[in-house]
């Protein structure tokens, strides 16, 4: 059944619930409450607290009008104590409360008057009512009357084994949807809550620990190359790989080297020098005789990153391109065509390489820069493509190392934890929009310094034509203030690719003094030059961005500087002011806010979870972890049919 063919969904509701990104019964039934209000009574005494109350009405109300305010007035009944109850903004529920209807109050108690802030009619005493995320044009109690209409219609497919369900005295699921929306009583709450977010944790448990047998079932090929010439090459480099560099690339050599296939996490926060690493393993993977592929999660970083390797490996005679989608139909077949008969060493792109109808010559490595935004179907379909490949996964994202073995099950983890010697500290300081003088200066005196500046301003809405007006104001803005002294460029999603390029070469070069962008430069760009970054409207990052946004500048031995624009006082926004270590930032993060957008979450797919949490419910991710792996080894998952799809669908096809 569709989701317009529940009462009560329209055209418009519809649009309106896509919006939620609600597009069907099923997403719908599982849109889960972020919280509960609970009407628990409370005497009805004077105080500045909010308090909640319920009685019975003793007075028609009487509704005045005044400065486009409203207010009703009438007599209440609290356990035989009348009081006088005011409510602004109500006036059109007058002739729904009439003398003798029972109703919750939810307001303040001073003089005799109770000033009521709200008032529920449908709600007694006692009741819990879920509180959804809502867009405009829809409301909390029209999604509670959808849900409702929709329940019967649900599919339920219960994806927690029957014996676990069992062992555990799990509700059934359409039992827990049913109690998630509409609990009588804590113990409801509770019962559901447990059950859909270990079934949540259950699924994603599965599929990456499934991944992980099939990986150590896999042989790899065994890459045979001089390791002296990868020690020369090393040596080469204009500076000193760190420690933790030099650790790393003794991990991955060894993996290439051995006849096990790679599966390996590199996790290193922004600027930790993860791209050189990767280039070591692709040099020492040429030397095998064995080509590279390298994937990034957009374009700018895509050419980001062929242009600075190719530079490295120039002087080693190794063939290195880009694919973008801004080129030809031609010009991309003529790659294809190098890239089949073995010409092109090393194809950089973007994950689209996956979709690309492309046959490698003989491929042995493929390295994933941004691992988490590429969900695990996209990492099984990459291992599809070819014969196979050492894979080398790179995240900036700083998670501790516990839950990234947990989360990222089937991968072997390597970290980078110290920066390259001499980096100093970011600079960071809040600002409120009234004190941008101050930041104008400071941007003034690093250009005399011959740096450069970064501004970005965040998305203002899903709509790109808003948001590109505000990049342009701003750049009038600068212009303005600046007297069209200072070449002051945008950068925008909406451009084209060589336009986007053009920009960013004249960035590289220094002609382009300030850069103005939306989050397009988030991951990955390299100007070593630049040393000011200056991010607009900053309380709508998440911490995670905005350490990477800062991670922009701060790339060489210079003082480097960071300004957060933002008119609220937040307490994100201090976090940053203290730290610019990401593995302190990500622990705060996870204490301010869950797990947030610490993991990408937005970006993916299968750790969008819609209830279960992190860090909160770590516990219960280590029990299904443990469940998962009994249900794997006994093979029972084949008895199952949603288990068995899942499986299918992540098996190798060769
Ligand atoms: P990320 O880990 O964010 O991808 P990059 O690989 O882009 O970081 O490195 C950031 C910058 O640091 C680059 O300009 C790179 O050339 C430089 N770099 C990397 N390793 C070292 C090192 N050991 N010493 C000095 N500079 C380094
Ligand atoms: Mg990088």
Redesign the pocket.
């Known amino acids: 059944m569709e989701l317009d063919q529940i009462k009560g969904i329209g055209p418009k509701t519809l649009k309106y619930l896509k919006k939620l990104n609600i597009n069907s019964i099923d997403d719908l039934l599982t849109y889960y409450p972020y919280r509960y209000n609970i009407y628990a009574l409370n005497e009805l005494t004077q105080t500045d607290e909010t308090i909640i109350v319920s009685g019975i009405i003793e007075s028609n109300p009487v509704a005045s009008y005044f400065n486009h305010k409203n207010r009703l007035s009438f007599k209440f009944n609290i356990n035989n104590r009348i009081v006088n109850v005011a409510i602004f903004g109500r006036a059109f529920l007058k002739n729904s409360l009439q003398i003798g209807k029972s109703v919750v109050l939810i307001g303040k108690y001073k003089g005799n008057t109770f000033t009521a802030s709200d008032i529920k009619t449908s709600i007694k005493a006692g009741d819990i009512e879920p509180v959804y995320h809502l867009t405009s044009g829809i409301t909390n109690n029209a999604i509670s009357k959808l849900i409702i209409n929709a329940l019967e219609y649900g599919n339920y497919v219960d994806k927690i084994p029957e014996q676990i369900v069992k062992d555990n005295n799990f509700i059934s699921l359409k039992e827990a949807i049913k109690k998630i929306h509409f609990p009588k009583n804590m113990e409801d709450i509770n019962l559901a809550k447990q059950r859909l977010k270990y079934e949540e944790l259950f699924e994603f448990s599965f599929k990456m620990n499934y991944l992980n047998k099939k990986n150590k079932q896999e042989n790899g090929v065994l890459k045979k190359f001089d390791n002296n010439k990868v020690t020369k090459f090393i040596d080469n480099?204009?500076?000193?790989?760190?420690k933790d560099?030099q650790k790393v690339v003794k991990e991955i050599t060894e993996d290439l080297a051995s006849d096990k296939k790679m599966n390996r996490l590199l996790l290193?926060?922004?600027?930790?020098?993860?791209?050189?690493?990767?280039t070591v393993a692709i040099y020492a993977n040429h030397l095998a005789g064995f080509q590279s592929a390298l994937m990034a999660p957009t374009e700018i970083l895509a050419l980001q990153h062929y242009f600075?390797i190719k530079k490295t490996l120039s002087r080693y005679k190794m063939t290195v391109d880009v694919i973008t989608g801004s080129l030809t139909a031609k010009e991309k077949t003529a790659i294809y065509e190098r890239v089949e008969n073995g010409e092109i060493d090393l194809l950089i792109g973007t994950h689209s390489i996956l979709n690309d109808k492309l046959t490698f010559n003989k491929l042995g490595l493929v390295i994933t820069?941004e691992q988490h935004r590429f969900g695990v179907n996209q990492r099984s379909c990459l291992q599809k493509k070819s014969m196979n490949p050492d894979i080398l996964y790179?995240s900036?994202t700083p998670i501790p190392r516990t839950y990234a073995m947990t989360i990222y099950g089937d991968l072997d983890i390597s970290m980078?934890k110290s920066k390259?010697?001499?980096r100093k500290e970011i600079i960071t300081k809040v600002k409120k929009e009234n004190e941008i003088k101050d930041v104008l200066i400071a941007i003034l005196e690093e250009i005399k310094k011959g740096h450069q500046i970064y501004i970005v301003s965040p998305l203002v809405d899903q709509n790109d034509e808003l948001d590109l007006s505000s990049v342009k104001l701003l750049k009038e803005k600068y212009d303005m203030a600046f007297k069209n002294k200072i070449r002051t460029e945008i950068i925008h999603g909406k451009m084209k690719q060589n336009e986007k390029d053009a920009i960013m070469n004249d960035f590289k070069n220094n002609v382009i003094k300030i850069l103005i962008s939306t989050t397009v430069i988030e991951v990955?760009i390299?100007v070593?030059n630049a040393t000011m970054i200056v991010i607009y409207n900053a309380e709508r990052f998440g911490l995670a961005s905005l350490h990477q946004l800062r991670?922009r500048v701060g790339?060489?031995d210079l003082q480097s500087y960071c300004y957060l624009i933002s008119n609220q006082d937040n307490e994100r926004l201090k976090v940053m002011e203290e730290s610019n270590d990401g593995f302190y930032i990500s622990e705060r993060d996870f204490e301010l806010r869950g797990h947030g957008d610490l993991f990408g979450t937005k970006q993916h797919g299968d750790m969008t979870f819609k209830i279960a949490n992190l860090k909160n419910d770590y516990q219960i991710l280590v029990q299904a972890k443990n469940d998962v792996e009994e249900y794997i080894k006994t093979s029972k998952y084949l008895e199952n049919d949603y288990y068995k799809t899942i499986a299918n669908n992540l098996d190798i096809v060769d």
Do not use: C, M, Y
């Open positions: 480099l204009p500076f000193e790989l760190t560099q290193g926060d922004v600027g930790s020098g993860k791209t050189i690493v990767s600075s820069d790179l900036a980078i390259p010697h001499g990955g390299d070593p991670g790339r060489n």
